[in-house]
């Protein structure tokens, strides 16, 4: 069993930075991957970042690619989402998510279904 907390969210103008933090217990955070999705009302959840076991291997969504950074802290068992210049469309509930399992690579990190353990969200709300 893995627990996912995350936290850090809140209400910025557009422009504006946040950073998101997922707290992971449970089973050994270094031996697997983790990834960032959101949803936004009415829309599905969507993929927005993911990194391998290491943290030397990371993917973005485009609509977040130069914007977004991901990474973890091992020792910490915790990672971690950097995101700046936000934007209004960038308004939605952000998860973490786990893949413990060990499913993820440069061919399936952005499907939801690779990731077996998930956090409870937190909210980000972009003001124009």
């Known amino acids: 069993q893995v627990q996912l907390v995350e936290s850090g969210g809140g209400l910025v103008q557009a422009g504006g930075s946040l950073r998101l933090s997922c707290a992971a217990s449970g089973r050994t955070f270094s031996l697997y991957a983790m990834g960032w999705f959101r949803q936004a009302p009415g829309k599905e959840r969507e993929f927005v970042a993911g990194?391998?076991?290491?943290?030397?291997?990371?993917y973005y969504a485009d609509s977040v690619k130069g914007r977004f950074t991901i990474s973890r802290d091992n020792a910490k068992n915790t990672v971690y989402l950097a995101m700046n210049s936000l934007k209004p469309e960038d308004t939605a509930v952000y998860y973490c998510?786990?893949?413990?399992?060990?499913?993820?690579?440069?061919?399936?990190?952005?499907?939801?279904?690779?990731?077996?353990?998930w956090g409870q969200g937190t909210q980000v709300t972009v003001s124009s």
């Open positions: 990194i391998n076991w290491s943290g030397g291997t990371t």
């Open positions: 998510a786990a893949d413990t399992s060990g499913w993820f690579s440069g061919s399936n990190y952005y499907r939801r279904n690779i990731y077996d353990y």
